[in-house]
């Protein structure tokens, strides 16, 4: 391995990659969702955003699904 590389010729490009690895979208989320994160982000130093995001790849990983059925609070008699 050399002591110095001479870098001056080499012609900078950018990373053909970068657009794929994070998409910018809108979502709603409750004030609740977005506290929980934001304290959870104070106590370990990482950005709330990359803690949803890292929440929702493990989701993904781990094939979960959502169970949405919810119960009917009237019961017939």
């Not at 106590?43 to 094939?63: A, F, M, R, W």
Request: proline share 3%; aromatic share 10%.
């Amino acid at each position: 391995m050399k002591a110095e590389y001479d870098l001056s010729k080499l012609q900078s490009r950018k990373n053909p990659y970068a657009n794929k690895l994070k998409k910018s979208v809108t979502i709603r989320l409750g004030e609740d969702i977005i506290g929980y994160f934001k304290g959870m982000s104070e106590e370990t130093g990482v950005p709330y955003q990359s803690l949803i995001n890292l929440y929702l790849k493990d989701c993904v990983q781990q094939h979960r699904k959502v169970d949405i059925s919810w119960q009917s609070e009237i019961t017939k008699t």
